[in-house]
């Protein structure tokens, strides 16, 4: 996949490889603009009736029958009217604009325009164009390409490593197929270079001289290397900027080095921080080297807010761990930053609270999820479902990044931005900063655990103090440490897992989805695998709701960075991520999350899984459990049972 992509963008001009990375990531722009476009797909049928004179009952009948609307287009767009078929070819400017344009029109009359442009585009299609737009149009395109596909492809793309390797080798005698592989690297493809590798890391056998075979491996080694260099860049820069297609464009028109300039910036969430889970205090200060800083670990809904002063006032924007602009759900805590900032451009972070206006104590973070999404009597929802914004890190100030500072730096800028900001919960106020204190001892640090509990919190986060304490987008890292009650005890503590399949219910659940079969994210090898099927912890409503959620992304075959080896009556994509909690992990045959085939030709499984009612709306499938931390947990479990 990646050496198709690689095919499909080398050597375009900069404005065609913007528009191809939109198109094949199935996007009008940039997630964090939340523009959606997720055209009904009555609407493109509608459209198809019109250049083909199908009706749209017997349109209706055949998509049900076919399960995609990209497929059923390819089937019946061969018979448009003799009238369309004087038409001009389809461009990928044309395409996108089209699309954007759709995208973009609201209003009464936006219906009627949509399906103009609809028309324009479908009548000028061959068969498997009108596949793919119809698929774009639906927010479906089920091309399997992840963030990472894409990255991967551009650090091979963009690196002019390989173009001085293939000049360096060309004049070495590597046999027929390893100079055919030499002559196949200027594409920049995988497929050559790690043909190129196997080949000369054989010794035995080898027919090169075995002088001639160490200087060419050492060069494709080194090639090796400068793409994983260029890839984590790219990585880095997508984190704190999360916008392939900007900077694709960035790299091919200022070069591949400038990407490390793509830097944090107002108005573009960056990709959050996440921690690392312990067993126990003692363990977090001996991995942190004997100190801590240790914060309340909050349950609520983490917030990035970015903070502008302009010409004619403040401009604030809320994102969520998503990436999702939820300004307008929560304009209490819009007000509050705009009245407490001081300071010019600015990105905070911290955890958004329902709290008891009469106790001040804090409430579930069931409570707060009532404003989620809401469009409808949101200021009532407000007064109903008061919230405190409490802050524990500053990534952006005055314009200047300060993701590559130490946490106490960082934590410290909170006060500055924010005068008379104390740690204590202020329920008229509506802003605090984060409870902290540096541990050093054990003693020490369980007492503050226990405090945090007390205080309506689900635990601790402890977060370094070191000079090299940075805060890392998008990753997960030991600079942060969760800990909370149920790490000390038997599982049972939550798992955040991945929507991969679902099972057909029967008797009451007929209808319905009886069971889901459940994933989790291997970060190394960037693919979702099982680790259980989740039938239990479902109300009705529940049920019925889960058809709505998932509806949306129902696929006939799983994608291909599943990894399953169960069936299941339809598969998803990877997009819903519900809590889930479980008796203990243990190894199974048919479960592939952690699967080893060199070892015992088992993976993890979660025995006893229930759904504790939570949907995670807040983190995407990348963000769920991986794999490490099951087995992790799969080891404190072990330890605890000795």
């Avoid at 695998?529 to 529940?542: A, N, V």
């Amino acid at each position: 996949m990646t050496d198709e992509i690689i095919s499909l963008l080398y050597e375009i001009d900069p404005e065609d490889l913007y528009i191809s990375i939109r198109l094949i990531r199935g996007e009008v722009g940039p997630g964090y603009e939340g523009v959606d476009l997720g055209i009904a797909e009555k609407l493109i049928l509608k459209a198809v009736n019109m250049i083909t004179s199908i009706g749209e009952d017997e349109l209706s009948n055949e998509r049900k029958r076919i399960g995609d609307i990209g497929d059923t287009l390819e089937k019946v767009i061969i018979r448009k009217n003799q009238a369309s078929l004087f038409s001009e070819p389809l461009s990928m400017d044309r395409v996108f604009n089209n699309i954007q344009k759709i995208a973009r029109k609201e209003g009464r009359a936006s219906q009627d325009v949509k399906l103009k442009i609809i028309v324009e585009m479908l009548n000028d299609s061959e068969p498997v164009e009108a596949k793919y737009i119809a698929r774009s149009l639906a927010a479906k395109m089920r091309l399997g390409i992840s963030t990472m596909t894409v990255i991967d492809s551009l650090s091979y793309i963009f690196n002019t490593d390989i173009d001085n390797a293939v000049e360096a080798l060309s004049d070495l005698d590597l046999g027929e197929v390893g100079n055919g592989y030499v002559k196949e690297m200027i594409s920049h493809r995988t497929k050559p270079l790690y043909g190129l590798i196997e080949i000369l890391s054989k010794k035995k056998g080898c027919p090169i001289d075995p002088y001639i075979r160490e200087q060419a491996l050492m060069v494709v080694q080194e090639v090796r290397s400068s793409v994983s260099e260029l890839r984590e860049k790219i990585e880095r820069a997508y984190n704190v900027h999360p916008d392939l297609a900007l900077i694709a464009r960035s790299m091919a028109i200022d070069g591949p080095e400038r990407v490390i300039d793509i830097s944090v910036k107002a108005g573009v969430p960056l990709r959050s921080m996440l921690g690392e889970r312990s067993k126990s205090i003692e363990d977090i200060l001996l991995k942190m080297g004997g100190t801590a800083a240790f914060e309340y670990k909050y349950d609520g809904l983490r917030i990035q807010a970015h903070i502008s002063k302009k010409r004619d006032g403040v401009d604030v924007h809320l994102y969520s761990r998503q990436l999702e602009d939820i300004t307008e759900q929560y304009p209490d805590v819009v007000d509050v930053l705009k009245k407490r900032f001081s300071g010019d451009d600015c990105i905070v972070e911290g955890e958004c609270v329902p709290v008891d206006r009469e106790t001040g104590s804090l409430l579930p973070f069931q409570v707060i999820s009532r404003r989620r999404g809401r469009k409808f009597d949101l200021m009532k929802k407000v007064d109903e479902v008061p919230v405190q914004l409490v802050l524990f890190d500053c990534l952006m100030h005055n314009a200047e990044d300060k993701t590559l500072r130490p946490f106490m730096e960082r934590r410290g800028i909170l006060s500055v931005i924010f005068p008379q900001i104390s740690e204590e919960l202020e329920l008229k106020g509506g802003l605090s900063l984060s409870k902290m204190k540096i541990i050093n001892d054990i003693p020490q640090g369980e007492k503050f655990f226990e405090q945090a509990l007390e205080n309506g919190c689900e635990g601790i986060m402890a977060k370094s103090t070191s000079d090299t304490s940075f805060y890392q987008a998008g990753k997960r890292g030991w600079n942060w440490i969760k800990f909370k009650r149920d790490y000390r005890s038997e599982l049972n503590d939550t798992l955040d897992l991945v929507v991969m399949g679902g099972y057909h219910g029967s008797g009451k659940r007929r209808g319905l989805y009886g069971a889901l079969l459940m994933g989790v994210w291997n970060e190394n090898d960037r693919r979702y695998e099982t680790l259980c099927k989740l039938g239990t912890g479902f109300t009705d409503d529940i049920l019925e709701d889960l058809l709505d959620r998932l509806e949306p992304y129902k696929i006939n075959a799983p994608p291909l960075e599943y990894s399953a080896r169960m069936e299941a009556d339809v598969f998803f994509q990877p997009r819903v991520v519900l809590e889930v909690v479980g008796a203990e992990i243990s190894h199974s045959p048919i479960h592939t999350a952690g699967w080893k085939p060199s070892v015992d030709d088992t993976g993890y499984a979660l025995r006893f899984p229930r759904f504790t009612g939570r949907f995670r709306d807040d983190k995407g499938p990348d963000q769920a459990t991986t794999v490490s931390e099951v087995e992790r947990l799969y080891g404190l479990q072990n330890k605890r049972s000795i």
